[in-house]
């Protein structure tokens, strides 16, 4: 089985940083991509990021140029470094792992950004 847990998230204020990480452990063959997605509430999770296996990367148009993924893949972990962060940025944030035969989901770690 593939375990995923996610840390970083917390309150800040406008215009701060956070850094998220997802370490994957168990069972893990052939990764396909590692990416994050978030949910606010009362509305549907939405891609933020993701990073394929060749290290290609793609972002939502939101958090273009403000927000990075990267991977250890030694490690089997994903960060997302979050600049610039904004009120709308508030939400749960997922972690997700995508391989040959599954995909895997976090539990999630919240982020709020408010004054």
């Known amino acids: 089985q593939v375990q995923l847990v996610e840390s970083g998230g917390n309150l800040v204020q406008p215009g701060e940083s956070l850094r998220l990480s997802c370490a994957a452990s168990?069972?893990?063959?052939?990764?396909?991509?590692m990416g994050w997605y978030r949910q606010a509430p009362g509305k549907q999770r939405e891609l933020v990021a993701v990073?394929?296996?060749?290290?290609?990367?793609l972002y939502a148009d939101s958090v273009k140029g403000r927000f990075t993924i990267s991977r250890d893949s030694a490690k089997n972990t994903v960060y997302l470094q979050m600049n610039s962060l904004k009120p709308e940025d508030t939400a749960v944030y997922y972690c997700k792992l995508e391989t040959s035969g599954a995909v895997y989901w976090g539990r999630g770690t919240q982020v709020t950004v408010s004054s």
């Open positions: 990073i394929y296996r060749s290290g290609s990367t």
């Open positions: 168990g069972d893990i063959f052939s990764i396909y991509t």
